[in-house]
């Protein structure tokens, strides 16, 4: 499985950006999907994701009000939109597929990930 993913860059606190993870693997649908983000000197932290199961979208207590994970099985494709942004924000972002049923929240069990996007929010 190959993940890749774009739609970062330098922005605007207050602004929203849409992040986009394509997936080249047959049997996308049956994974489970997450993003995570790493900010300068610090641990990579899990944002949400869709889970493999029922594909029940769940988040971090941090990510519930401005995130937004969703996807487009028939592109291979997850979002994940940030509402908002804030300069705390700033960070490489991850997406990661695991082959659990369910969501798990350490980066240690998720199987694949992309190399990351960049985003940097200016105050």
């Known amino acids: 499985v190959q993940l890749v993913e774009s739609g970062g860059g330098l922005v605007q606190a207050g602004e929203s950006l849409r992040l986009s993870c394509t997936a080249t693997?047959?049997?996308?649908?049956?994974?489970?999907k997450a993003w995570f983000r790493q900010a300068p000197g610090k641990e990579r932290e899990f944002i949400g994701g869709?889970?493999?199961?029922?594909?029940?979208?769940d988040y971090a207590d941090f990510g519930r009000t401005r995130f937004t994970i969703s996807r487009d099985n028939g592109k291979n494709i997850v979002y994940l939109d940030i509402n908002v942004l804030r300069p705390e924000d700033t960070a490489v972002y991850y997406c990661?597929?695991?082959?659990?049923?369910?969501?798990?929240?350490?980066?240690?069990?998720?199987?694949?990930w992309g190399p990351g996007t960049q985003v940097t929010v200016s105050s």
């Open positions: 990661a597929v695991t082959s659990h049923y369910d969501l798990p929240t350490s980066e240690r069990l998720y199987d694949y």
């Open positions: 693997a047959r049997g996308f649908s049956m994974y489970a």
């Open positions: 869709i889970s493999r199961g029922d594909s029940s979208t």
